[in-house]
C-alpha cells in the first residue's frame, strides 16, 4: 500500500506503477495517466484517490477499469443549453410550459416574431475531470463489478467489451447522478422469472418492458437539448431519443447488459437525426432496439441510414480528430474523439471513390461526403485527399450523396452529386450532353400512391400554393415557380439527368430531393 503525499510524489509513483503494469502486461492505459492528471487542477486529489484506493486492494481488474476511466475522462462533461436571440440574449422557454408539440411550435414561432431567429447556445460546461469525486467514480466501478461478476448473463463478456459498455458512468452529456445501486436494487430477482437465465437479450427485454411503463418519448423535448439526468427523467417521466437511451443504459448496464448508444448525426431520406440502442451479446452480435419503446428483435429503423455511429467513452484514434491534417477546423460532430463507425451493422454498404475534377487548394487534405437533410448537405464521413480523389469507407446504398470541403467553416460543395446504388455502383448527376424535358410532378415528398380508377393522376399539392422547382449545378439552380391546382404541376424545358428540389414557396425545407426517370419522381 502507498500513500498520497505531494502532487510530484503521485506523479512519480504513478510512472513507476505505470510501468510495472505494463511490463506485468496490465493496462494499456496507465500511462496517460500523469497527463490526464494535470488538467484536473484542484480535482486530481478525487482521482488520486481513485487509483490509491484499488492500488491498496487485490483486485488488478478494478484498478484497471480505474485507469480506463481516467485515461478516457478527459472531454466527458455535462452541458447546459438555452434558448438565445441573435444577439445572444437569453429567452426563457421551458417545454414543460405547453400542453402539447403543437402548442409548444407555436409559441416558438410566436417568440420568433418577436425575438428574431432563436437558436440554442451552449451555457454551461461541466468537466468531469473537474467535478467527478472518488466516492461516485469507486460506486461507480464497483456496481459496475458487483453485475458482470454476479449476473449470468453477463460473466462470459471479456474486460473489453465490459469496459466500453459496462462501466462507463455517463450516456451522454447529462449531470453526473448515482443510478447503479438504484437500477441493481429494481430488478434484483429477474433471473427468477426468465426462461434462460444466461440470455442477455430476454433480461434486457424484461427490463425494457418495465421502463416502457414510467418513461416514453415527448416530441416537445426536442426544445429541450440538454440531457436529462435520472431524476430529472424519473420525475418528468418524458423525454427525447437521446433521454431515451440514456435511462436505458443506466438501467441495462446496472445490471451488466452490454447496452450501447447508436446513431445516425442525418437521416439520408428524411430531416433531423435519430439515436437507439444495441444490445452487444457476448459473441460480438449487436441486436438494435429502442429504449422505452421497442425491444431486441422488435426494431427497425424508419428511415435510410448513410452512416450509423455508437457512442465510446474511450478515445478512438482512427476518428478525424486524430489524424494528421492541414486544416485546424473540423465540422461538428465529426471532430468528435468518442464514437465509432457501425454502418455495416444496420445497412447495405461500400467504400466509395471520388475524383475530384477542380483542382483543390494545398492547404486542404481532408474531403466529406454529404447527405441532404432539412433543406441543407449535411457532411456524413470523411476521406483523405490524395492524388485528387478521397476514399470514404462504408457507405450506406440507394442514396444521393454530394462531396464537399469544410472551407471557413463552413461545409462547400465540391463536385456533382451522385446516387450510390444498392449494386455498390455510382451515378454522377452532371449529364454532359444538355437535353431538355417537360416535368408533370405530383409531390414534394415521397407518398405511396394509391391505384386510380380513372386514369388521373392522383397529386399531394395544396390547390393555390406557390412551388418551385430547382435542379442542382454548382448549387441549386431555379427553374421557376408554379401554382398548384387539382392536377400534376408542370414544368417545361427542364434540363435532363440533374437532381431536383421541388419546394413549396415559404415551407420549413423539408421536401426531399429526386431524379425524373421514365417520367416518375425517384426519391432520395
Same mark, same amino acid.
Given at each position: 500500500m502507498f500513500r498520497i503525499v505531494t502532487n510530484w510524489t503521485i506523479i512519480i509513483i504513478l510512472f513507476v506503477f505505470a510501468s510495472c503494469l505494463l511490463v506485468c502486461g496490465g493496462s494499456p492505459y496507465s500511462d496517460e495517466i500523469p497527463e490526464v492528471l494535470q488538467p484536473a487542477g484542484d480535482n486530481r486529489v478525487e482521482l488520486e484517490k481513485?487509483?490509491?484506493?484499488?492500488?491498496?486492494?487485490?483486485?488488478?481488474?478494478?484498478?484497471?477499469?480505474?485507469?480506463?476511466?481516467?485515461?478516457?475522462?478527459?472531454?466527458?462533461?455535462?452541458?447546459?443549453?438555452?434558448?438565445?436571440?441573435?444577439?445572444?440574449?437569453?429567452v426563457a422557454f421551458d417545454v414543460l410550459d405547453y400542453k402539447d408539440y403543437e402548442s409548444l411550435t407555436a409559441a416558438a414561432d410566436s417568440l420568433e416574431s418577436k425575438y428574431g431567429m432563436l437558436d440554442f447556445e451552449r451555457n454551461e460546461k461541466i468537466n468531469d475531470l473537474d467535478s467527478i469525486k472518488a466516492e461516485f467514480l469507486i460506486k461507480q466501478i464497483d456496481y459496475a463489478f458487483k453485475a458482470w461478476r454476479e449476473k449470468p448473463w453477463a460473466k462470459s463478456f471479456s474486460f473489453e467489451n465490459f469496459c466500453e459498455y459496462i462501466l462507463p458512468y455517463r450516456g451522454s452529456n447529462e449531470?453526473?447522478?448515482?443510478?447503479?445501486?438504484?437500477?441493481w436494487d429494481k430488478y434484483i430477482e429477474i433471473e427468477s422469472g426468465m426462461t434462460n437465465s444466461t440470455d442477455p437479450v430476454e433480461a434486457a427485454a424484461i427490463i425494457n418492458d418495465d421502463i416502457k411503463s414510467w418513461f416514453g418519448f415527448d416530441p416537445r423535448y426536442y426544445y429541450h437539448p440538454t440531457d436529462q439526468g435520472l431524476s430529472e427523467m424519473v420525475s418528468n417521466g418524458l423525454g427525447r431519443c437521446e433521454d431515451m437511451t440514456n435511462v436505458t443504459i443506466y438501467a441495462m448496464r446496472a445490471n451488466g447488459l452490454a447496452v450501447t448508444s447508436d446513431y445516425t448525426p442525418y437521416w439520408a431520406?428524411?430531416?433531423?437525426?435519430?439515436a437507439w440502442n444495441a444490445i452487444v451479446t457476448p459473441d460480438g452480435k449487436a441486436i438494435p432496439f429502442m429504449g422505452a419503446e421497442s425491444n431486441p428483435g422488435e426494431y427497425h429503423l424508419a428511415n435510410k441510414l448513410g452512416k450509423a455511429y455508437r457512442k465510446t467513452f474511450g478515445k478512438q484514434i482512427d476518428n478525424l480528430v486524430f489524424q494528421e491534417q492541414k486544416q485546424e477546423e473540423l465540422p461538428g460532430w465529426l471532430a468528435g474523439k468518442n464514437y465509432i463507425d457501425v454502418t455495416s451493422h444496420y445497412t447495405n454498404v461500400?467504400?466509395?471513390?471520388?475524383?475530384?475534377?477542380?483542382?483543390?487548394?494545398? !492547404?486542404? &487534405?481532408?474531403?466529406?461526403?454529404?447527405? *441532404?437533410?432539412? @433543406?441543407?448537405?449535411?457532411?456524413?464521413?470523411?476521406?483523405?485527399i490524395e492524388n485528387g480523389s478521397a476514399k470514404f469507407s462504408d457507405m450506406g446504398t440507394n442514396i444521393a450523396y454530394l462531396?464537399?470541403?469544410?472551407?471557413?467553416?463552413?461545409?462547400?460543395?465540391?463536385?456533382?452529386?451522385?446516387?450510390?446504388?444498392?449494386d455498390n455502383n455510382s451515378r454522377k448527376l452532371q449529364p454532359t450532353n444538355e437535353k431538355i424535358e417537360t416535368m408533370?410532378?405530383?409531390?414534394?415528398?415521397?407518398?405511396?400512391?394509391?391505384? !386510380?380508377? &380513372?386514369?388521373?393522376?392522383?397529386?399531394? *399539392?395544396?390547390? @393555390?400554393?406557390?412551388?418551385?422547382?430547382?435542379?442542382?449545378?454548382?448549387?441549386?439552380?431555379?427553374?421557376?415557380?408554379?401554382?398548384a391546382s387539382d392536377g400534376p404541376l408542370v414544368f417545361e424545358d427542364v434540363p435532363e439527368g440533374y437532381l431536383y428540389w421541388l419546394v413549396a414557396k415559404d415551407s420549413d425545407s423539408e421536401e426531399r430531393i429526386f431524379t425524373f426517370e421514365s417520367d416518375s419522381q425517384i426519391w432520395y
Open positions: 481513485v487509483l490509491s484506493h484499488y492500488a491498496s486492494g487485490d483486485d488488478s481488474l478494478k484498478l484497471n477499469a480505474a485507469l480506463y476511466l481516467i485515461a478516457n475522462m478527459e472531454g466527458h462533461c455535462y452541458v447546459t443549453y438555452s434558448m438565445v436571440d441573435t444577439v445572444g440574449t437569453t449531470p453526473l447522478e448515482e443510478w447503479r445501486q438504484t437500477f431520406n428524411t430531416g433531423n437525426n435519430h461500400c467504400d466509395v471513390e471520388v475524383k475530384f475534377e477542380e483542382e483543390i487548394d494545398d !492547404s486542404i &487534405d481532408i474531403a466529406y461526403l454529404c447527405v *441532404f437533410n432539412s @433543406g441543407e448537405w449535411k457532411p456524413i464521413h470523411w476521406g483523405r462531396p464537399a470541403l469544410y472551407v471557413n467553416k463552413e461545409i462547400l460543395p465540391y463536385g456533382a452529386p451522385f446516387i450510390l446504388g444498392e408533370k410532378l405530383i409531390s414534394t415528398t415521397y407518398r405511396k400512391l394509391e391505384k !386510380s380508377t &380513372d386514369g388521373i393522376s392522383q397529386t399531394f *399539392f395544396t390547390p @393555390g400554393q406557390k412551388y418551385e422547382l430547382s435542379y442542382w449545378s454548382d448549387g441549386w439552380q431555379s427553374l421557376g415557380l408554379s401554382v
